[in-house]
């Protein structure tokens, strides 16, 4: 009984001690190498031209890219729900493209591109010259700084207090909201100078008819 014990004992330390092996494990990708994401890790950095894919069952509690690398989140860890990447931080040309799965807080520096169509997100600062381009996703705020770009494609938008359009391109700070291309709805708060620049994307329907009939298009804005 007492050996027994002691295995039983041995057997549950050894599996504490693989879950804290596990959550703390760390990866580095350089060149061009490639890693797809379904088990958790601490740390991941990527350099040079690295990818590395998050799927269902990964996670990156910590984010680094840089140079030109780049990292694509695809999915919940947990499938439908679950962090699949936390702090993620990037620099050079370094790439996040988002679409599914729920990220942490971002920061965009120097050249660095970040890319939204699904899933959902942290807050995201963008410094330097970093450019944003926003298609879908729950982004609940958007800090615009230095000579930063922020592009939001929808089906229209409806301007909070604070906001106003210039041509197409997004002036002051406040919320932001109404529809992407998918009919989901979104808001988002826009802060720091929010010279921000505003796409209006035609629907496929009409992106049709242009094409067959060159029809002009008209661009739907609501202020609110």
């Known amino acids: 009984m007492k050996t027994r014990r002691i295995r039983t004992v041995f057997a549950v330390i050894m599996m504490v001690a693989l879950t804290v092996e596990a959550s703390n494990a760390s990866f580095t990708l350089t060149d061009n190498q490639h890693l797809d994401v379904i088990t958790e890790y601490y740390l991941g950095s990527l350099f040079d ?21 780049v990292l694509r989140v695809l999915d919940y860890r947990d499938g ?37 169509s699904g899933g959902e997100t942290g807050d995201i600062l963008a410094f330097d010259n970093s450019h944003i381009d926003l298609f879908g996703g729950a982004i609940p705020k958007v800090y615009v700084g230095d000579n930063s770009t922020l592009n939001i494609y929808a089906d229209s938008f409806i ?16 919320i932001l ?13 826009i802060s720091g100078n929010a010279e921000a620049t505003v796409m209006l994307i035609p629907e496929p329907a009409t992106l049709l008819l242009l094409g067959l009939g060159g029809l002009m298009l008209r661009k739907r804005k609501t202020v609110n």
Not at 80 to 106: E, H, M, P
Not at 159 to 174: A, D, I, K, V
Not at 177 to 189: E, F, I, K, V, Y
């Open 49 to 69: 031209s690295s990818t590395a894919d998050v799927h269902q069952g990964g996670c990156v509690w910590n984010a680094y890219v840089n140079d030109n690398a």
């Open 80 to 116: 439908t729900d679950g962090l699949s990447v936390g702090r993620t931080r990037i620099k050079g040309n370094g790439q996040l493209i988002v679409s599914g799965g729920k990220t942490g807080a971002i920061d965009a520096e120097e050249n660095s591109r970040i890319m939204i």
């Open 159 to 174: 301007l909070g207090s604070g906001l106003s359009l210039e041509g197409n391109r997004l002036l002051g700070t406040g």
């Open 177 to 189: 909201s109404r529809q992407w291309l998918d009919g989901t709805s979104w808001t988002t708060q």
